[in-house]
């Protein structure tokens, strides 16, 4: 029913919801979740249990080395720092993020398991794919440039890169990048914190300044970040360059630091 009130978002772009697309992804994750389960001696014929053979269960979707395939629906995970990919799991395995093969796939896995995925996911760097073009007047684009660097002072939104860094290829240990995600998926993603069906680890700022957001100015963020070309080379930063405007929870240095609101 989550999954529901998820696609009910107003601005949730309708092309996610396609029968074919579920049947297909319900069809890849059982046949993931048979391998993930496979143990090495429970078939001497089977192949080795390795890392990379279990990686396959993610790689149907994610793309190879997480890279993420064309159509703008599956996430890329590569290079994203370790602890936004394992905070991710453990959102999905506890109910704050919903996508039902995700879930699938997470819900019995260890901590340590789940790690070990981060880490290998995080340590690729596959090269970005090209960025999409859009029919958007240029002032959207624009718009959406201002509130991505500056933010909107005058509804308390801080700018995004004083998170994501500077860059926009985010910061150690668990703030992701932003470019080189596709304009629906950002859409999505921001109107799911919006409505409540994507949550972070408390106090969960993406879900404030989501909400101080409105669905014109999702729009023209997302326009604008999913029109970049993201740089192949950069890394997420050590750290960031100043105190986080709000705390953030899962990201250690923030929880805590009572920045202001
Ligand atoms: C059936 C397709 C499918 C498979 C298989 C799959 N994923 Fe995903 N994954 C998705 C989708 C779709 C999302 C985005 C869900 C959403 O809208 O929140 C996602 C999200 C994620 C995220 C969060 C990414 C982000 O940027 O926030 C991580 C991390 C992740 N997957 C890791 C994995 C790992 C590790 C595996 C293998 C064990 C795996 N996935 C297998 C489809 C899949
Ligand atoms: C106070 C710090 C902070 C600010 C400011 C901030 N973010 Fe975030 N953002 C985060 C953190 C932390 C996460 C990871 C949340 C989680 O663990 O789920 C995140 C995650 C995201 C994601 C999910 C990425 C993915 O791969 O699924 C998107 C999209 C995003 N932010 C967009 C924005 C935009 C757009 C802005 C500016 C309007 C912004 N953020 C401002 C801290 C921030």
């Not at 819900?107 to 960025?131: G, R």
Request: hydrophobic share 35%; aromatic share 8%.
């Amino acid at each position: 029913m989550k999954q529901e009130e998820y696609r009910a978002v107003p601005f949730a772009v309708p092309q996610r919801a396609s029968l074919g697309r579920w049947i297909a992804v319900l069809c890849l994750a059982l046949n993931v979740t048979t391998a993930l389960a496979q143990s090495p001696a429970a078939d001497s014929a089977a192949p080795p249990d390795t890392l990379q053979q279990r990686l396959l269960a993610c790689t149907g979707c994610h793309g190879n080395e997480g890279r993420a395939a064309s159509d703008g629906f599956y996430p890329r995970i590569a290079g994203k720092p370790e602890g936004y990919l394992y905070n991710q799991l453990i959102n999905f395995r506890e109910g704050r993020r919903h996508f039902q093969p995700m879930s699938y796939m997470v819900d019995y896995q260890s901590d340590d398991y789940l790690k070990e995925m981060a880490q290998y996911f995080s340590s690729q760097h596959p090269p970005f794919a090209a960025p999409q073009k859009f029919d958007v007047p240029q002032s959207t684009l624009d718009q959406g440039q201002e509130l991505v660097k500056s933010g909107d002072p005058s509804k308390k939104i801080p700018a995004c890169s004083a998170c994501h860094g500077e860059a926009l290829a985010g910061v150690n240990p668990a703030i992701p990048g932003l470019l080189g995600l596709p304009r629906d998926y950002i859409i999505d993603q921001l109107g799911s914190w919006k409505s409540g069906a994507r949550r972070a680890a408390a106090p969960d700022c993406m879900g404030q300044i989501a909400g101080r957001l409105t669905a014109q100015q999702i729009g023209a963020i997302a326009a604008w970040i999913g029109s970049q070309t993201a740089d192949n080379q950069a890394r997420p930063a050590d750290h960031a360059a100043q105190p986080l405007p709000l705390d953030c929870g899962g990201v250690p240095a923030s929880a805590g630091s009572g920045a202001g609101r």
